[in-house]
C-alpha cells in the first residue's frame, strides 16, 4: 500500500533511519530505497514493508483489542497489534503485507492478533 508520509527526522548517526508520520502514527524506519535526496519537514510517497529476521512471533488476542503499534525500546522493532486479514495485518490506518502471514497463519484469518516486526522498511517511490 502507498502512504504519504511526512519526514519528521533523518537520523545523522544511522544513514538509513528516518522517523516517519503517516496520519497520526509516528515511525521509526529503515530506508531501503530511496532514489532521490529527502529532507526533514516533506512528504513523500513510500510503501512499509515489515521484516521479520528469524521466527515469526504472533499471538491471538481478544477480539476487543485496542489496533495499535509501540516500538520496542529504541530499536528498529515494533509490536503490531491488529487483525489479520489474509496477508495483511491490519492496524488502524496502517496495514502489513507479508506472504507467510497467510500461507503459515491462516487460521488466524479475521482474529485480532500481536506480533512482532524485527524492523519496518520504507521505499521512497519516484513520483
Sequence with gaps: MIYNAKVLHLNNDVEEEVLLQIGGVELTCFVSVCPYAIAEG??????????????????????????SISRVESSFAYVVVGEMRGACLKSGEL?????????????????????????????????
Design 42 to 67: 516533506l512528504s513523500y510517497p513510500i510503501e512499509l514493508r515489515p521484516v521479520i529476521f528469524d521466527e515469526y512471533v504472533i499471538s491471538e488476542l481478544a477480539n476487543n483489542s485496542v489496533p
Design 95 to 127: 496495514i502489513f503485507e507479508d506472504d507467510v502471514l497467510q500461507r503459515d497463519f491462516g487460521y488466524l484469518d479475521g482474529k485480532m492478533v500481536a506480533m512482532k516486526i524485527d524492523r519496518i522498511d520504507a521505499e521512497f517511490l519516484t513520483c
